[in-house]
C-alpha cells in the first residue's frame, strides 16, 4: 500500500515499489521486459511514485505498453482515461492522459500549459524518452533512446484527479490533440521561418526601402538578434496591401499561421486581419512594429504571443504589404542587459539624452537602474516619450516615496498597461485584488495578469494588464487614480494619525499616535473606525485611579430608534457583566448585545472598553 514520505525516505521507498512493480509485470506479463517499469516511471518525483501501490504500478505500465505497441507514423497518439485504482491507499481512481508521439520541442510544457488552463489536478507526470524501431504503425523494438537505433519517440504519462464525465475527457484529448498539432507545425516549419526572416535582412540591406538610414539599420539588428536564439518563431504569414486594407496570403503561411481560421488581432470583440492602428502603422516611417497579439499562445507558454509587423516594399521602393511574425520573446529577452538589445537600446539612449544626467553621477546611474528593471515586454512596447515620463516619475520615487500610478493605453485599444507603486508594508494580496478590481472598473475591462516586483526600498511595482472589454475609452487623470489607490491601501493607522491631527495640535498628535497606534486589537479595527478611536482616545487620556470611569450614553444610528447606546471605559480594570447588568436593569435597561475591547497604550495603564446596547426593559 503507497504511504506518504518525506524527503530521502520518498526516493528509497519509491524505487521499492518500482522493483516490486518490475517483478509483478514480468509474472503478469512475460512478453512486456521488467526494465520497462523503471524506463517508464524511473524519472518520476518519488513523493509522487509512494502515492501508488506496486500493483497498480505494473497495471499501469501493462496499458502504457499497449499504447505504445502502435502508432501511425507523423501524428500523436492520444488517450485519456479514467483508471480504478486497487493498491493505492485512499486514491481509488485517477484520469491517465497517455501521449505517443515523435520527439519534438515543447511537448511537454505545451501539454501542462493545457491541464494548467483547464485547472486540472496533476498528480503524477512520466516522461520518458524511448528509441524506437516500426513497421509501418507496429512496434518491432523499444528502448532507451541512446540504445535503440531507430526514431526517438516522446511518452507523456500524466494522472488527473478522477474525471468521471466522459464527454469532458473526450473535450480534453481533442484540445490536446489541437495543442499537438500546433506544436508540430512550429517544429516542422521552424527552418523556413529562420530563412524568412534571413531574407528580409538581406533585401533590407541590398534594397533598402525608402526609409531614414538609422531605422533600417536598426531594424535589420534587431531581426538579427531575434534570429541569434532570441525568439521562437511560431507562425509566419504575409499580407498584401489592396486598396485601404490588407489581404492574407495564405499560401506564404508558415507555422502556426498556416491556418486559415487564426487571427490575431481583435476590433472590439472580433477576431480581424488588421486593424486601423495598423494601418496608420503602415504610413509611418519605420520599417517595423512591436506589439502584443489578441491571443494566447498554446505552444510553450501559455502568454499573449509576441507580434512583430515588418512592412514590405516592391523592388521600386513601394510600400506593398506585411510580413507578419508571432511567436514568443526567449528567456534571454527578459535576462539580459536591455541596452544590448536592438531598438530597446535606442529608447533608452533616447530617454537619456532628454533627461540630461551626467552618466556618472547619482541620477543617471539611477536612471539607467529605473530603465533596466522596467517591464521588458512594457519596454518593448512602449514609445519613447511616455517611456521618458514614466521612466522620471519613477526616478522621483527615490527621493521621495509615495503611491504612483502610471498608465498607458495600448495603441490598438487592447489593454491598459499599469504600474502601481505602493508601500511595502501595506502589500498583500488583498491589497493587490482591491487595486485590480479598481483599475478595470476605471478603465472598462477586467485583469487578465499582474506582475509583483520587490525592489530595494520601501515600494512594491506591480503591473497590472487590464484587457479592455469594449465601450469608448477615457484616461483617468493621474492625480485621481493615485487618490483612488491611496485609499485603497490606506491603512486603519493611517485614519488614526488623520483624525488625532485633527483634534489636537501637531505634537500632541504625534505624541498620541505614538503611544496609541499599537493599541487597538485587530477586533476594534474591524468594529470601529478611526475616527471612534481618536474619541476613545480622548476619554482614556482623562482617567486614573482617581477618576476611574469614563461614560458615554448615546443613539446608536444603526440600530432601532428604541435602541441606545452605553459605552463605558474602566482603567486598568474590567468591569463584570454581573456587576453591570443589575445597575442597568433597575434603571430599566435590558441589554441585547456586548462588546468588550483592551485599549493598550504604550508606557501606562490600559483601559477596558465596554460597548453595550440597551432597550427598555418595557
Keep these: 500500500m503507497a504511504v506518504e514520505l518525506p524527503g530521502s525516505d520518498a526516493q528509497g521507498f519509491a524505487q521499492s515499489i518500482i522493483a516490486q512493480a518490475a517483478a509483478t509485470l514480468a509474472e503478469r506479463h512475460p512478453d512486456i521486459p521488467p526494465a520497462f517499469v523503471v524506463q517508464l516511471f524511473g524519472r518520476v518525483v518519488p513523493e509522487d511514485v509512494a502515492q501508488l501501490g506496486p500493483a497498480d504500478l505494473a497495471m499501469l505500465a501493462a496499458r502504457a505498453w499497449e499504447a505504445l505497441r502502435e502508432r501511425a507514423p507523423g501524428a500523436p497518439k492520444i488517450s485519456c482515461e479514467t483508471v480504478a485504482l486497487q493498491d493505492s491507499g485512499p486514491r481509488k481512481a485517477a484520469t491517465v492522459v497517455e501521449i505517443v508521439n515523435d520527439d519534438m520541442p515543447f511537448l511537454v510544457d505545451s501539454v501542462m500549459g493545457?491541464?494548467?488552463?483547464?485547472?486540472?489536478?496533476?498528480?503524477?507526470?512520466?516522461?520518458?524518452?524511448?528509441?524506437?524501431?516500426?513497421?509501418?504503425?507496429?512496434?518491432?523494438e523499444i528502448g532507451p533512446a541512446d540504445e535503440v537505433p531507430g526514431n526517438r519517440e516522446s511518452f507523456i504519462h500524466i494522472h488527473l484527479d478522477p474525471i468521471e464525465d466522459e464527454s469532458l475527457r473526450a473535450d480534453l484529448a481533442a484540445a490536446l490533440a489541437g495543442v499537438l498539432g500546433e506544436v508540430r507545425l512550429a517544429v516542422q516549419?521552424?527552418?523556413?521561418?529562420?530563412?524568412?526572416?534571413?531574407?528580409?535582412?538581406?533585401?533590407?540591406?541590398?534594397?533598402?526601402?525608402?526609409?531614414?538610414?538609422?531605422?533600417?539599420?536598426?531594424?535589420?539588428?534587431?531581426?538579427?538578434?531575434?534570429?541569434?536564439?532570441?525568439?521562437?518563431?511560431?507562425?509566419?504569414?504575409?499580407?498584401?496591401?489592396?486598396?485601404?486594407?490588407?489581404?492574407?496570403?495564405?499560401?506564404?503561411?508558415?507555422?502556426i499561421m498556416r491556418a486559415r481560421e487564426l487571427r490575431v488581432l481583435r476590433r472590439g470583440s472580433e477576431l480581424v486581419e488588421y486593424t486601423p492602428e495598423i494601418m496608420a502603422f503602415l504610413k509611418e516611417p519605420r520599417p517595423l512594429i512591436i506589439a502584443k497579439a489578441n491571443i494566447r499562445a498554446r505552444v510553450h507558454r501559455r502568454v499573449y504571443l509576441d507580434y512583430i509587423g515588418i512592412k514590405r516594399f516592391d523592388a521600386g521602393g513601394n510600400l506593398v504589404g506585411e510580413q507578419r511574425i508571432i511567436g514568443l520573446f526567449t528567456s534571454t529577452a527578459y535576462t539580459r542587459t536591455a541596452q544590448s538589445i536592438p531598438y530597446l537600446r535606442r529608447k533608452i539612449a533616447h530617454v537619456q539624452r532628454r533627461a540630461g544626467f551626467d552618466p556618472n553621477s547619482h541620477s543617471g546611474k539611477a536612471l539607467v537602474n529605473v530603465l533596466e528593471h522596467y517591464p521588458r515586454d512594457e519596454l518593448f512596447q512602449v514609445d519613447e516619450d511616455t517611456l521618458y515620463h514614466f521612466a522620471l516619475a519613477i526616478l522621483q520615487l527615490d527621493e521621495r516615496p509615495r503611491v504612483r500610478v502610471l498608465a498607458r493605453h495600448d495603441r490598438f485599444d487592447r489593454f491598459v498597461s499599469v504600474l502601481v507603486f505602493?508601500?511595502?508594508?501595506?502589500?498583500?494580496?488583498?491589497?493587490?485584488?482591491?487595486?485590480?478590481?479598481?483599475?478595470?472598473?476605471?478603465?472598462?475591462?477586467?485583469?487578465?495578469?499582474?506582475?509583483?516586483?520587490?525592489?530595494?526600498?520601501?515600494?512594491?511595482?506591480?503591473?497590472?494588464?487590464?484587457?479592455?472589454?469594449?465601450?469608448?475609452?477615457?484616461?483617468?487623470?493621474?492625480?485621481?487614480?493615485?487618490?483612488?489607490?491611496?485609499?485603497?491601501?490606506?491603512?486603519?493607522?493611517?485614519?488614526?494619525?488623520?483624525?488625532?491631527?485633527?483634534?489636537?495640535?501637531?505634537?500632541?498628535?504625534?505624541?498620541?499616535?505614538?503611544r496609541y497606534m499599537n493599541a487597538f486589537s485587530e477586533g476594534f479595527h474591524e468594529a470601529y473606525p478611526p475616527t471612534v478611536a481618536a474619541g476613545d482616545i480622548r476619554v482614556i487620556e482623562g482617567l486614573s485611579e482617581q477618576r476611574p470611569l469614563g461614560v458615554d450614553f448615546h443613539h446608536r444610528l444603526e440600530e432601532v430608534q428604541k435602541a441606545v447606546g452605553l459605552k463605558v471605559w474602566s482603567f486598568a480594570r474590567p468591569l463584570p457583566l454581573s456587576a453591570r447588568v443589575p445597575v442597568l436593569e433597575n434603571m430599566g435597561f435590558k441589554v441585547v448585545d456586548e462588546r468588550t475591547f483592551y485599549i493598550a497604550p504604550e508606557g501606562r495603564n490600559g483601559a477596558w472598553f465596554h460597548d453595550m446596547l440597551l432597550e427598555r426593559a418595557d
Design 114 to 140: 493545457e491541464l494548467a488552463e483547464r485547472r486540472l489536478a496533476v498528480r503524477l507526470v512520466a516522461h520518458p524518452m524511448f528509441g524506437v524501431r516500426r513497421e509501418g504503425a507496429a512496434l518491432v
Design 189 to 255: 516549419d521552424w527552418r523556413p521561418m529562420r530563412e524568412r526572416v534571413i531574407a528580409i535582412v538581406d533585401e533590407f540591406k541590398t534594397n533598402p526601402p525608402p526609409l531614414p538610414v538609422d531605422e533600417i539599420a536598426e531594424a535589420v539588428q534587431f531581426l538579427q538578434w531575434l534570429l541569434a536564439d532570441n525568439f521562437t518563431f511560431l507562425g509566419v504569414r504575409n499580407y498584401i496591401l489592396e486598396g485601404s486594407g490588407l489581404e492574407p496570403d495564405f499560401d506564404s503561411a508558415l507555422g
Design 422 to 514: 505602493v508601500p511595502r508594508e501595506r502589500y498583500d494580496s488583498t491589497v493587490r485584488g482591491k487595486i485590480g478590481d479598481y483599475l478595470a472598473a476605471t478603465f472598462g475591462g477586467d485583469v487578465v495578469a499582474y506582475y509583483p516586483f520587490f525592489p530595494e526600498g520601501p515600494l512594491v511595482r506591480v503591473h497590472f494588464i487590464i484587457r479592455r472589454i469594449g465601450g469608448a475609452f477615457v484616461m483617468a487623470e493621474r492625480a485621481k487614480l493615485e487618490q483612488d489607490v491611496t485609499e485603497i491601501v490606506r491603512s486603519w493607522i493611517d485614519g488614526l494619525a488623520d483624525a488625532l491631527a485633527l483634534a489636537n495640535p501637531p505634537d500632541k498628535a504625534r505624541e498620541l499616535l505614538s
